[in-house]
């Protein structure tokens, strides 16, 4: 005769089974163990001596009196600086230096229990910094300056100033691969850099200081870009770079200064494409924001001539700045009859931060692939009221300007041009791919 285990005793078992892996789950976490490998990954490039960072989080001593305020921080994912919405839109990135829900648990867990520091034999070895840290894109293969400073004086209006770089020194053609522009002196007074490319014999650019194709744009928070594999922006033998720099008075004369880095593909070699980045999508002066408003929308549109690859997106606005969204609007397939347009939303911005103009970098397998004829549609949100911290006076109606009290409203975007045979490609590679991963991502 079969005997049974009393009900009771499965219950208790049960119940047993359960604290035992509850108390697995809530074990305090320490610094040594949990979080120093955490601070090393996502947070130690910038919060290091010398570098952007408020405050140090190399050792346990310098991060432990900031325990609080790191658990606040990412809990309301202010920190690391990534800002793209988490439910709509592409998810998969290159440079997505955002915390997993676990990480960000394991460091509420640690600073709930006392932010304890734990057995010094299970820290990680110190990560060591080199040169290539200096520079997010790694080491580059050429460095310049501006010619010489710019000195911003204590009590100024804001200035923007068109300056030359020191040469080159390219004797041949050669293509880029990845660009980073940093402020090295000054930063405070350094609000953005817009940089420009001017050939060799296009006498107008020399003397007005304005190249004639976009380089690359600095603004607070952006680190650069790393063209994908295949891909280079060109620039000629004995090219100029111009920039026109943005500058704002700190009440303190203080001297600027910003460098350029760029990677070079060897010399000799073409890229299968050559890469793009330009703002789109801009309002141009249709920008009207009453005071006290919020949820203000304005929207912008660019049209892409050509079949192309899409591969990074940074929103760029000012301080009443809210959300962006960009989406993509394409042409019917058929001109036979009248019906929607399809779109897609690409990615979102929800809360848009000033301070951190993060460039957001598709992984290979996601970057929209897109038909000639495709509308990038930006849609840009606005905060004019006293509820947006970084408003400096909700009382006054926004227009359209450089200032940082004014309003801007574009993308950054960077892109490659297809053949229309190189797009059929691509989308037949594409939806192979998809259907080997039972996913579906922008390809048209």
């Known amino acids: 005769m079969r005997t049974h285990r009393p009900l009771y005793g499965l219950l208790a078992l049960a119940a047993l089974l359960s604290a035992a892996e509850s108390g697995r789950a809530q074990a305090p976490a320490t610094f040594t163990?949990?979080?120093?490998?955490?601070?090393?990954?996502?947070c130690q490039s910038c919060h290091r001596p010398g570098q952007i960072g408020p405050m140090s989080l190399l050792t346990y001593q310098e991060a432990r009196p900031w325990a609080r305020s790191i658990k606040q921080q990412v809990v309301e994912r202010n920190m690391p600086p990534w800002f793209i919405d988490r439910h709509i839109g592409i998810q998969k990135?290159?440079?997505?230096?955002?915390?997993?829900?676990?990480?960000?648990?394991?460091?509420?867990?640690?600073?709930?229990?006392?932010?304890?520091?734990?057995?010094?034999?299970?820290?990680?070895?110190?990560?060591?910094?080199?040169?290539?840290?200096?520079w997010h894109i790694g080491k580059p293969d050429v460095v310049v300056t501006l010619k010489k400073d710019l000195i911003v004086k204590a009590k100024q209006p804001d200035a923007w100033t068109d300056l030359g770089t020191e040469d080159l020194g390219l004797k041949t053609d050669r293509y880029v691969t990845a660009i980073e522009i940093k402020p090295i002196k000054g930063f405070k007074?350094?609000?953005?850099?817009?940089?420009?490319?001017?050939?060799?014999?296009?006498?107008?650019?020399?003397?007005?200081?304005?190249?004639?194709?976009?380089?690359?744009?600095?603004?607070?928070?952006?680190?650069?870009?790393?063209?994908?594999?295949?891909?280079?922006?060109?620039?000629?033998?004995?090219?100029?770079?111009?920039?026109?720099?943005?500058?704002?008075?700190?009440?303190?004369?203080?001297?600027?200064?910003?460098?350029?880095?760029?990677?070079?593909?060897?010399?000799?070699?073409?890229?299968?494409?050559?890469?793009?980045?330009?703002?789109l999508g801009g309002p141009g002066t249709d920008i009207?924001?009453?005071?006290?408003?919020?949820?203000?929308?304005?929207?912008?549109?660019?049209v892409f001539t050509k079949p192309a690859v899409i591969t990074s997106y940074q929103a760029h606005m000012h301080n009443r700045g809210q959300a962006q969204c960009v989406e993509l609007i394409y042409p019917e397939s058929t001109q036979s009859r009248v019906g929607n347009a399809k779109t897609e939303t690409m990615s979102c911005v929800d809360r848009f931060k000033f301070d951190w103009h993060?460039?957001?970098?598709?992984?290979?397998?996601?970057?929209?692939?897109?038909?000639?004829?495709?509308?990038?549609?930006?849609?840009?949100?606005?905060?004019?009221?006293?509820?947006?911290?970084?408003n400096p006076d909700p009382s006054n109606w926004i227009g359209p300007g450089n200032r940082t009290i004014d309003e801007m409203g574009f993308a950054w975007i960077d892109w490659y041009d297809l053949t229309d045979q190189e797009y059929t490609q691509a989308v037949a590679n594409r939806k192979t791919l998809q259907k080997k991963a039972g996913t579906q991502t922008a390809a048209r």
Request: charged share 25%; proline share 6%; no cysteine.
């Open 189 to 279: 007074v350094i609000h953005h850099a817009t940089s420009t490319l001017a050939e060799p014999d296009d006498e107008e650019a020399m003397a007005t200081m304005k190249g004639t194709s976009n380089l690359e744009e600095y603004a607070v928070g952006k680190y650069g870009n790393i063209f994908p594999e295949g891909t280079g922006m060109l620039v000629k033998a004995g090219a100029k770079i111009f920039v026109n720099l943005h500058t704002h008075a700190v009440g303190e004369e203080t001297a600027g200064n910003i460098a350029w880095g760029l990677k070079l593909l060897p010399e000799g070699t073409k890229p299968a494409h050559v890469m793009h980045s330009q703002q």
């Open 358 to 390: 993060v460039s957001y970098e598709y992984a290979d397998e996601v970057q929209p692939i897109i038909p000639a004829g495709t509308i990038l549609h930006v849609i840009s949100l606005y905060d004019n009221t006293a509820g947006n911290k970084f």
């Open 93 to 134: 990135f290159k440079n997505d230096i955002s915390l997993t829900e676990a990480q960000i648990a394991t460091i509420s867990r640690w600073v709930d229990a006392g932010a304890p520091e734990g057995d010094p034999k299970d820290a990680p070895k110190a990560r060591v910094f080199d040169d290539s840290d200096r």
């Open 33 to 42: 163990k949990d979080i120093a490998p955490i601070l090393q990954q996502n």
């Open 288 to 302: 009207d924001i009453p005071p006290n408003q919020k949820n203000v929308r304005v929207d912008g549109y660019t």
